[in-house]
Protein backbone atom coordinates (compact mmCIF):
# COMPACT_ATOMS: atom_id res chain seq x y z
CA UNK A 1 0.00 0.00 0.00
CA UNK A 2 2.89 2.20 1.08
CA UNK A 3 4.59 1.35 -2.22
CA UNK A 4 1.49 2.20 -4.17
CA UNK A 5 1.35 5.14 -2.82
CA UNK A 6 4.32 6.25 -3.68
CA UNK A 7 4.58 5.25 -6.78
CA UNK A 8 1.11 7.53 -7.19
CA UNK A 9 2.99 10.82 -5.74
CA UNK A 10 6.07 10.29 -7.95
CA UNK A 11 3.80 10.46 -10.91
CA UNK A 12 2.38 13.00 -9.07
CA UNK A 13 5.38 15.35 -8.73
CA UNK A 14 6.84 14.12 -12.43
CA UNK A 15 3.63 15.31 -14.41
CA UNK A 16 3.21 18.71 -12.31
CA UNK A 17 6.89 19.19 -13.29
CA UNK A 18 6.04 18.46 -16.81
CA UNK A 19 3.38 20.93 -16.84
CA UNK A 20 5.23 23.40 -14.83
CA UNK A 21 8.37 22.60 -17.38
CA UNK A 22 5.26 23.44 -20.47
CA UNK A 23 4.30 26.73 -19.09
CA UNK A 24 7.50 27.92 -19.03
CA UNK A 25 8.24 27.51 -22.27
CA UNK A 26 4.64 28.97 -23.34
CA UNK A 27 5.79 31.45 -21.13
CA UNK A 28 9.21 32.20 -22.80
CA UNK A 29 7.47 32.22 -25.85
CA UNK A 30 5.29 34.77 -25.62
CA UNK A 31 7.70 36.87 -23.86
CA UNK A 32 9.72 36.57 -27.35
CA UNK A 33 6.70 37.05 -29.43
CA UNK A 34 6.16 40.17 -27.32
CA UNK A 35 9.80 41.36 -27.32
CA UNK A 36 9.67 40.83 -31.25
CA UNK A 37 6.49 42.96 -31.72
CA UNK A 38 8.08 45.64 -29.82
CA UNK A 39 10.98 45.82 -32.22
CA UNK A 40 8.35 45.72 -35.19
CA UNK A 41 6.51 48.39 -33.73
CA UNK A 42 9.88 50.16 -33.16
CA UNK A 43 10.97 50.04 -36.59
CA UNK A 44 7.73 50.85 -38.18
CA UNK A 45 7.39 54.18 -35.72
CA UNK A 46 11.12 55.27 -37.33
CA UNK A 47 10.04 54.38 -40.29
CA UNK A 48 6.76 56.78 -40.47
CA UNK A 49 8.75 59.43 -38.89
CA UNK A 50 11.87 59.20 -41.12
CA UNK A 51 8.49 59.40 -44.08
CA UNK A 52 7.44 62.32 -41.98
CA UNK A 53 10.13 64.58 -41.96
CA UNK A 54 11.26 63.59 -45.76
CA UNK A 55 7.84 64.71 -46.28
CA UNK A 56 7.86 68.24 -44.28
CA UNK A 57 11.38 69.29 -46.04
CA UNK A 58 9.40 68.66 -49.02
CA UNK A 59 6.39 70.70 -48.51
CA UNK A 60 9.64 73.48 -47.96
CA UNK A 61 12.21 72.53 -50.16
CA UNK A 62 10.30 70.25 -53.03
CA UNK A 63 8.98 70.35 -56.16
CA UNK A 64 5.65 72.18 -55.41
CA UNK A 65 7.53 74.26 -53.59
CA UNK A 66 9.92 75.56 -56.75
CA UNK A 67 6.27 75.51 -59.30
CA UNK A 68 4.41 77.55 -56.34
CA UNK A 69 7.97 80.17 -56.40
CA UNK A 70 7.67 80.14 -60.24
CA UNK A 71 5.82 83.06 -61.57
CA UNK A 72 5.93 81.80 -64.99
CA UNK A 73 4.16 78.42 -64.00
CA UNK A 74 1.32 80.05 -62.19
CA UNK A 75 -1.21 78.08 -64.37
CA UNK A 76 0.44 74.86 -63.98
CA UNK A 77 0.65 75.10 -59.98
CA UNK A 78 -3.21 76.79 -60.18
CA UNK A 79 -4.24 72.86 -62.44
CA UNK A 80 -2.13 70.53 -60.12
CA UNK A 81 -3.19 71.73 -56.56
CA UNK A 82 -7.02 71.49 -57.74
CA UNK A 83 -6.48 68.18 -59.26
CA UNK A 84 -4.33 67.13 -55.96
CA UNK A 85 -1.12 66.10 -58.12
CA UNK A 86 0.40 68.67 -55.80
CA UNK A 87 -0.29 66.27 -52.90
CA UNK A 88 1.53 63.11 -54.60
CA UNK A 89 4.78 65.05 -55.65
CA UNK A 90 4.94 65.98 -51.68
CA UNK A 91 4.44 62.68 -50.70
CA UNK A 92 5.52 59.96 -52.94
CA UNK A 93 9.67 59.34 -53.65
CA UNK A 94 11.47 61.54 -56.19
CA UNK A 95 10.03 62.61 -59.66
CA UNK A 96 11.43 64.92 -62.37
CA UNK A 97 8.55 67.42 -63.65
CA UNK A 98 8.53 68.88 -67.05
CA UNK A 99 5.87 72.00 -66.56
CA UNK A 100 4.66 74.18 -69.11
CA UNK A 101 4.94 77.92 -69.01
CA UNK A 102 1.58 80.12 -68.68
CA UNK A 103 1.88 80.69 -72.37
CA UNK A 104 1.53 76.88 -73.45
CA UNK A 105 -1.66 76.98 -71.56
CA UNK A 106 -3.27 79.87 -73.70
CA UNK A 107 -3.26 77.24 -76.95
CA UNK A 108 -7.28 77.09 -77.26
CA UNK A 109 -6.97 73.76 -78.92
CA UNK A 110 -6.20 72.03 -75.42
CA UNK A 111 -10.30 71.78 -74.43
CA UNK A 112 -8.94 68.56 -71.88
CA UNK A 113 -6.95 71.76 -69.60
CA UNK A 114 -9.30 74.54 -70.26
CA UNK A 115 -11.29 74.64 -67.37
CA UNK A 116 -14.20 76.69 -69.32
CA UNK A 117 -14.42 74.24 -71.98
CA UNK A 118 -17.63 72.53 -72.22
CA UNK A 119 -15.66 69.11 -72.57
CA UNK A 120 -13.20 70.07 -69.79
CA UNK A 121 -13.01 66.49 -67.57
CA UNK A 122 -10.95 66.61 -64.04
CA UNK A 123 -10.29 62.46 -64.78
CA UNK A 124 -8.70 63.21 -67.72
CA UNK A 125 -7.16 66.81 -67.22
CA UNK A 126 -5.27 64.95 -64.51
CA UNK A 127 -4.21 62.14 -66.45
CA UNK A 128 -3.52 65.16 -69.22
CA UNK A 129 -0.72 66.44 -66.34
CA UNK A 130 0.20 63.36 -65.29
CA UNK A 131 2.07 62.70 -68.28
CA UNK A 132 5.07 65.86 -67.47
CA UNK A 133 5.84 63.95 -64.54
CA UNK A 134 8.14 60.77 -64.55
CA UNK A 135 9.63 58.68 -62.01
CA UNK A 136 13.23 60.05 -60.42
CA UNK A 137 15.18 62.70 -60.87
CA UNK A 138 16.60 63.39 -63.99
CA UNK A 139 19.55 66.01 -64.42
CA UNK A 140 20.12 68.15 -67.91
CA UNK A 141 23.47 66.11 -67.56
CA UNK A 142 22.16 63.05 -66.86
CA UNK A 143 19.27 63.71 -69.72
CA UNK A 144 21.89 64.41 -72.27
CA UNK A 145 24.43 61.79 -71.69
CA UNK A 146 21.21 58.84 -71.79
CA UNK A 147 19.99 60.25 -74.92
CA UNK A 148 23.76 60.05 -76.44
CA UNK A 149 23.67 56.63 -75.13
CA UNK A 150 20.14 55.15 -76.03
CA UNK A 151 21.61 56.51 -79.77
CA UNK A 152 19.38 60.08 -80.00
CA UNK A 153 16.11 59.31 -78.54
CA UNK A 154 15.46 58.27 -74.76
CA UNK A 155 12.40 57.28 -74.26
CA UNK A 156 10.62 58.32 -70.43
CA UNK A 157 7.68 56.45 -68.89
CA UNK A 158 5.29 59.47 -67.73
CA UNK A 159 3.06 58.93 -64.56
CA UNK A 160 -0.12 58.33 -66.72
CA UNK A 161 1.93 55.23 -68.05
CA UNK A 162 2.56 56.52 -71.62
CA UNK A 163 5.96 57.97 -73.02
CA UNK A 164 7.52 60.39 -74.05
CA UNK A 165 10.76 60.85 -76.43
CA UNK A 166 13.90 62.95 -75.23
CA UNK A 167 15.78 64.18 -78.38
CA UNK A 168 19.23 66.33 -78.59
CA UNK A 169 19.01 69.49 -81.20
CA UNK A 170 22.23 71.09 -81.12
CA UNK A 171 22.10 72.35 -77.32
CA UNK A 172 18.71 72.38 -76.90
CA UNK A 173 16.60 68.82 -75.56
CA UNK A 174 13.13 68.18 -76.78
CA UNK A 175 10.47 66.42 -75.54
CA UNK A 176 8.84 64.14 -78.28
CA UNK A 177 4.61 63.33 -77.07
CA UNK A 178 2.79 60.49 -78.44
CA UNK A 179 0.49 62.89 -80.35
CA UNK A 180 3.28 63.67 -82.45
CA UNK A 181 3.92 67.06 -80.99
CA UNK A 182 7.26 68.65 -79.30
CA UNK A 183 8.12 71.00 -76.59
CA UNK A 184 11.57 72.67 -75.76
CA UNK A 185 13.30 72.55 -72.22
CA UNK A 186 13.42 76.33 -71.56
CA UNK A 187 15.98 76.09 -68.37
CA UNK A 188 18.14 73.53 -67.01
CA UNK A 189 16.93 71.47 -64.00
CA UNK A 190 15.80 73.37 -61.11
CA UNK A 191 17.29 70.96 -58.55
CA UNK A 192 14.80 70.02 -55.55
CA UNK A 193 14.56 68.14 -52.65
CA UNK A 194 12.63 65.31 -54.07
CA UNK A 195 13.56 65.54 -57.77
CA UNK A 196 13.70 68.04 -60.96
CA UNK A 197 11.65 70.68 -61.74
CA UNK A 198 12.22 71.74 -65.88
CA UNK A 199 10.00 74.48 -67.47
CA UNK A 200 8.66 73.52 -71.19
CA UNK A 201 7.82 75.94 -74.08
CA UNK A 202 4.59 73.58 -74.99
CA UNK A 203 1.64 71.06 -73.60
CA UNK A 204 2.39 67.22 -74.21
CA UNK A 205 -0.08 65.50 -75.14
CA UNK A 206 -0.37 61.45 -75.18
CA UNK A 207 -2.06 59.67 -77.91
Not at 133 to 153: A, H, M
Not at 186 to 193: E, G, K, N, R
Request: include cysteine; proline fraction near 0%; charge should be negative.
Amino acid sequence: MFFNKTILLGGCIAAFVTLSSCDHKQRGQEIREEAQREILQKKLSEKALKEQIIIEDNKVHGLVSKINNTEELSEFESQIKELEIDECLVNQGSFTVFAPNNEAFDNKNLSVLNKKSSDYNKVEAKSALKYHVVQNKWTTEKLESEIKKSGGSLELTTQNGASIHATLNKTNIILNDESGHTARILTSDMSASNGSLYIIDSILMAD
